[in-house]
């Protein structure tokens, strides 16, 4: 079961990132210009970010595993369509269907954890599964590239189409059947009502859009950053990736360990400090490569012991709407990554990547904040 859920993050994750290198030869063969390439990004977090939440409740009133095969299906469709897809319109559309698709399944696989497992072993899968997106960069994107560079850019989509047909057959043999409790609320919005009159929900979901904003604002540039400072080609800024994927899956899968030692909201405000502390050495070090490396990793390993830590003590809000909970979660992280990308698009010429890592260390700083404060009620 751990196996099929693992290798759905994966696949959902790498397809959410395989798009990023490949926008120039997409955009070549489309014949239009890298903005209007990078819109399907947009459009596929868009889809994401609003579609999630609408799906939720469905979760906390039918099998999860129903809702994970038909979101599985919607995913494969779009990954299948868009390796096919001749024109940019049409790259749009499949690129949206994916998107929806991954709006649907993605709550369920943490939803389905904390439903199935609890305690000691719930942060350990956690973790683990967690673990799946880090992979996913550091493995998944560079090999779509590379396979794009063999043939074509149509390669990278029917691999990840292939692999998520892999993990569709898994998912079908594998994951139990997962029952909503049958004194939950059949109602459709009851689950938004229980979501946001319960006490620590709405905080905890605020902390993760900061966090995610600010990390995003910092990651979404530093490609940029390093290709233009210090003049690498796309193979040597990849390895920078590969660096900050490996550790942070590293992180992230050996987090429950750790998790389970100290508790949620405190590795949250731990490596919360940390991640402040990385990106401010990485804007006082920002002219000499190997220390941006050797910060990169430590960001790595906070952010995979803080996320997963956030994710962990999120889904346990309210056991009866995981759901529910799940699926804003995922849609505040996309938001998140939609406004600390746009933020930074806006204001990158005028400050600088030292700047917007600056802001980004300062948004870190409002959530980790925000997590004492949530934990200083708990007391």
Sequence with gaps: MIIGLFLIVFVIGADSFIISPLLPIISHDFNTSIGQTALAVTIYAVCYAVGSPFFGPLGDKYNKKYLLIIGMIVFLVGSFL??????????YIFRAIAGL???????????????YFADKKLNLVMGITMSALSLSIA??????TILSQLTNWHMAFWSSGGLALVAFLILLMVVPNTYPDKTASLKYFDSFKI??????????????????FGFYMFYTFLGTFLAQTFHLNTAQTGKAFIAYGLSNFIASFFGGYLLSKIGAIKSVIIHGLGSVLSLVGLAIFSGKLTMIIFLLVLLALAQGLGVTALTTYIVNIIPKNRSTVMSFNSSFLYLG????????????????????????????????IMAYKLNQSAI
């Design 139 to 144: 493995i998944g994107v560079p090999l779509g």
């Design 82 to 91: 868009c390796a096919i897809a001749n024109d940019i319109m049409l790259f």
């Design 101 to 115: 698709g991954a709006a649907l399944t993605m709550p369920n696989v943490w939803a389905t954890i904390g439903n």
């Design 337 to 368: 990554l939609t406004l600390g990308s746009s933020f930074g698009a806006i204001f990158y010429n005028e400050i600088g990547f030292v700047g917007i890592t600056i802001c980004a260390a300062i948004a870190l700083v409002a959530a980790v």
């Design 195 to 212: 979501l946001f009159t319960t006490k620590k929900a709405v905080p905890v979901l605020l902390i993760n859009l900061i966090w995610m």
